[in-house]
C-alpha cells in the first residue's frame, strides 16, 4: 500500500496559480494511476484528477478541467497538481491518493493529511 505527504498548498488570490506536490512511499507507484482529491468544508471527498481513466487520457473533474494539470515523476514518486486560474470554489484540503478516474483505490493507498488550498481576495 502506498503513503503520500502532501505539500505546497497556501493562501493565493482568485486566478493566481499554486503547484502541489505529493512524495509516495512504497514499491508500487509506478505501477498504479495516481491523482489528487479534495475535500471542501461541510462537502464530501471528490475526485479532482488522475493519472489513470478508462480513456486513456487523465481525468479531470469539469470544474477544473483547462485550469488544473495532473502529472507524475516516477523517477522521484512524485505526483504533481499545477493548478491554474484558482476559484474561490477551488478552496480545499486537498489530497493524494491511488486512484481510477474520479475514484479513490482504497485497497492500494491510505489518505495522508493533506494541503490546504486558501483562495481568498
Known amino acids: 500500500q502506498l503513503s503520500f505527504v502532501e505539500s505546497g498548498g497556501g493562501l493565493v488570490q482568485p486566478g493566481e496559480s499554486l503547484r502541489l506536490s505529493c512524495a509516495a512511499s512504497g514499491h508500487t507507484f509506478n505501477a498504479v494511476a495516481v491523482g489528487w482529491f479534495r475535500q471542501a468544508p461541510g462537502k464530501e471527498r471528490e475526485g479532482v484528477s488522475c493519472?489513470?481513466?478508462?480513456?486513456?487520457?487523465?481525468y479531470y473533474a469539469d470544474s477544473v478541467k483547462g485550469r488544473f494539470t495532473v502529472s507524475k515523476d516516477g523517477s522521484t514518486k512524485t505526483v504533481y497538481l499545477q493548478m491554474d486560474s484558482l476559484k474561490f470554489d477551488d478552496t480545499a484540503v486537498y489530497y493524494c491518493a491511488v486512484c481510477w478516474g474520479p475514484t479513490p483505490l482504497s485497497d492500494w493507498s491510505s489518505w495522508g493529511q493533506g494541503t490546504q488550498v486558501t483562495v481568498s481576495s
Open positions: 493519472t489513470g481513466n478508462s480513456d486513456g487520457r487523465p
